[in-house]
């Protein structure tokens, strides 16, 4: 086993083995619902889950199409995800410059935040109802955070000299702030931004689990309570895929930063 | 320094619980139908720390889910430490492994909820399904980069001195990556109680969910910050127990901090 270091395995072996590791994967779960072992209303084949998904994206379920449910999901996590940007990342900025409003965020910060994003979910739905507002607040609670603590970070640990340099030819708060923090600490802020993109489409999802009219955790939902497991599965494939493309395109986004700063 | 600025924290903090029982009780500014008074949350505590609510007291709620919890949690760190470190040690383990891991990492562990309550239905083990699923993924990631980011001379040394592969796993490189896999650790406990409470709120029997549940269906806001209150309270406690046990395993970090 030791010899992986004496030799590394090539670009073939490796590719090899990743297609050994990926056809066993497909191969058990087709093996297991298609021999009968596991009844296929309970696992279906993956042709099953390509089928219906087919199924889904014309025909409606649960009152909309798979592209439909997407579409409102995205629109509220869109909503959700630049308020919680558009208040994390200021705030956090706002508290690395001025001492005393750290002192007074941070304390209460510290006790909210291991409440759980999900845990928020009846509060919200008893406050901004089930359509969007509610929504909307889970995904807040969810992606606001990473936001915060990343802008925060990134303002406290600018080269003091930059400040003391802005501060000697007499700039002042604000100007310093938009001027030397907000650009020093921008690859921080972006990666915060990255963060919090992640856990704000993971709230979302939960947060159309239990309290939601529309939307692709909705749709699964319905799917789960008339066994119709291929739904349930093809909305897991839809999440998974947004999610996965929301995060390249941030990682994208935040690589470039950081090369045109010289980081990376 | 420290202490004035531990004087606006507190003076902040009781501010606003002050300005909170002056809204709500004072003025009514703040509807109590819907934002419950500082004293209607004591009566709600109260009440389930007593009589019980939902079926169940605070502390029997409490215990329902921390068992699911450190049940999810331990065979998560028990199946993943292990692979992070088989896929960090070895290549070939890791080419094997990877694209599957690829592929299923991107579903958000709460998306597993319905399909774990369609296989097991509403009791403990669709829960204990989805917080694997949700603690499973930090810990092999952790693991696995803390393993790769040891320095290669540490490894060279311990086999020049012609360490088994048993004895470098223990003595090597576990050690050099626990600061990563308790890094890896504290987020899959994070995620353990997110997730937990998720799959309590779709469907449960007992557990802080259900709390929150069924004080949203009765429309009771002071129940509903209850659940929430205890919820916060039990994810501090376990992860600060979780630092005990980090502060414990690595005594030669201590030093540093």
Redesign the interface.
Known sequence: ??S??TR??STA???L??????AS?LGLWWGMSASGLVAKQ?LPTPLDVLARTQYLLTEPFAGATLPEHLARSLERYAYGFLLAAGVGVPLGLLMGWF??L???????FD??R??????????A???FGTGIGGPIMIIFSGAFPPCLINAYRGARFVDAKYIEAARMLGTGSLRTILEVLLPASFPAIVAGLRIGAGLG???L??AE??VASAGV?YM??Q??SN?S?PT??A???A???V??VI?VFLRQIEAFVRHRRGLA | MQTSRDWIGTATVASLLALWAVLTMVTGTIDTLRFPSPVQFWQSLKQIATTGYADGTLLSHSLHSLKLVIMGFTVAAAVGIPLGLLMGWSRRAEALINPVFLLVRPIPPLAWIPLAILWLGLGDAAKIMVIFFAAFVPSVINTFTGVRGIEPNVIEAARMLGTGRWRLAREVLVPAAAPMIFTGLRLSLQASWTTLVAAELVGALAGLGRVLNVAQQDIYPAMVMVGMAAVGAWGWATTRVLAVVEARAMPWLAVRA
């Not at chain 1, 083995?17 to 990926?22: M, Q």
């Not at chain 1, 750290?102 to 209460?108: E, G, N």
């Not at chain 1, 291991?114 to 509060?123: E, G, K």
């Open positions: 086993m030791r992986s270091t590394p395995p072996e490796r590719l083995l990743g297609a050994i590791g990926l994967f309970f001492r005393w750290d002192a007074m965020v941070t304390p209460v006790g909210l291991f409440i759980a994003p999900i845990a928020w979910v009846p509060f739905a008893l406050w489409w993971q709230s999802v939960g689990l239990i955790g699964m939902v799917g789960q066994i497991t349930v599965v909305g897991m494939v999440i998974g895929l999610g996965l995060d």
